[in-house]
């Protein structure tokens, strides 16, 4: 399959894996760009620009294919050192990078001039619009079914996906609720050229996390994420745990006053406690809605060739099918 986004990022599937903290390693990264899709390393994840090299290394030596680097720009007092670790990228040899959170403008000089080509991540039409407005070749539309954080517009991917198809002129892919063939499928109908999906990754043999965080998702429903963080306009999608109940007491108590350092256990340091340690219990990390699409932990590979394989199944005998008479009545389900 052809379409803008695998022939801008030079790859074989119109497949981007977001970048996500703590899982975000080579050894995913590498899965997913071996398998014809884009991988992503986390770049803060590492933490500093010299591991950020470190781990750029590692993954060129585990694959010949285009591989990006995510870059979240934080709104915090003290900001990491974004342009030493733009050098990295640059000096990595890195061609694609996702940027998120803030807008990029003030580093796409550098990015620009070093030939990178930039997927910004947006969760609104009008974040969209400017991201192209600053030279972005691409974004990632992020809908309100997304795990991490889906902004405050609270616009899931079937208005946002075809709004965005309305006012851009730059390709985009679909993010947040796209698990499968179907999801892809539905993702290029309303007009985008490939997907993003998270959630879905963490659930694959290559995922380097520990082994309970893929129970858990395989385990999990549609209806076991929740928002936090809302009164702090810090909106975040995470799964429901012991940790995640404490922060929402911690939330209703203090209503509109509430302030981070109020919910910085249930915040602060969960990450590397439940991707590393297993600890499922320990507070809020990001997860999506489309935990309840996931029922199994294939190889990234395995996953991917599904998904091709099963898009084109969909395209050539569902949807013609409604075309020529020969539909079926049986709703499309996924074949794992
Ligand atoms: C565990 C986890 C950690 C994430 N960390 C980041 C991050 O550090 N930076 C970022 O831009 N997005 C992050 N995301 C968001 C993903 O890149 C992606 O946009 C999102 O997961 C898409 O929604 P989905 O989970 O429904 O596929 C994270 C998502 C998850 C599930």
């Not at 590692?58 to 934080?74: I, Q």
Request: glycine residues 10%; proline residues 5%; negative net charge.
């Amino acid at each position: 399959m052809k379409t803008a986004i695998t022939e801008l990022f030079g790859i074989q599937h119109p497949i981007i894996q977001g970048g996500m903290h703590f899982v975000g390693f080579a050894e995913l990264a590498a899965a997913v760009s071996n398998a014809g899709g884009l991988g992503i390393i986390t770049g803060l994840t590492q933490k500093t620009p010299e591991l950020l090299a470190k781990e750029i290394a590692r993954c060129r030596d585990m694959t010949d294919n285009p591989f990006g680097v995510n870059l979240t720009f934080l709104p915090s007092f003290t900001a990491p050192p974004y342009p030493e670790y733009i050098a990295a990228i640059r000096e990595g040899g890195v061609k694609a990078v996702e940027t998120a959170g803030r807008s990029p403008e003030q580093y796409m000089p550098a990015l620009k001039a070093a030939r990178i080509k930039v997927i910004h991540k947006c969760t609104s039409v009008r974040h969209s619009l400017k991201a192209e407005k600053i030279g972005c070749d691409a974004v990632s539309v992020d809908g309100f079914e997304c795990g991490g954080h889906p902004g405050e517009d609270d616009i899931p991917n079937m208005i946002l996906l075809p709004r965005a198809a309305d006012e851009l002129n730059i390709p985009f892919v679909a993010s947040g609720g796209m698990a499968d063939a179907r999801s892809l499928v539905a993702a290029l109908s309303m007009g985008a050229a490939g997907m993003n999906m998270g959630t879905r990754f963490i659930a694959t043999k290559e995922a380097p996390v520990h082994p309970n965080v893929k129970k858990a998702l395989v385990e999990a429903s549609e209806l076991d994420t929740v928002l936090v963080m809302r009164a702090l306009r810090n909106t975040e999608r995470v799964l429901k745990n012991k940790g995640v109940d404490q922060l929402l007491e911690i939330e209703r108590e203090k209503g509109a006053s509430l302030k981070i350092h109020d919910i910085h256990e249930q915040v602060a340091g969960v990450y590397p406690k439940v991707m590393i340690d297993g600890e499922m219990d320990a507070g809020a990390w990001s997860c999506g809605m489309v935990a309840g699409l996931i029922n199994d932990i294939p190889t990234v590979k395995e996953l991917i060739n599904r998904i091709m394989s099963e898009a084109e199944q969909i395209i050539r005998q569902r949807l013609t099918g409604f075309l020529d008479g020969t539909f079926e009545t049986k709703p499309a389900r996924a074949v794992a």
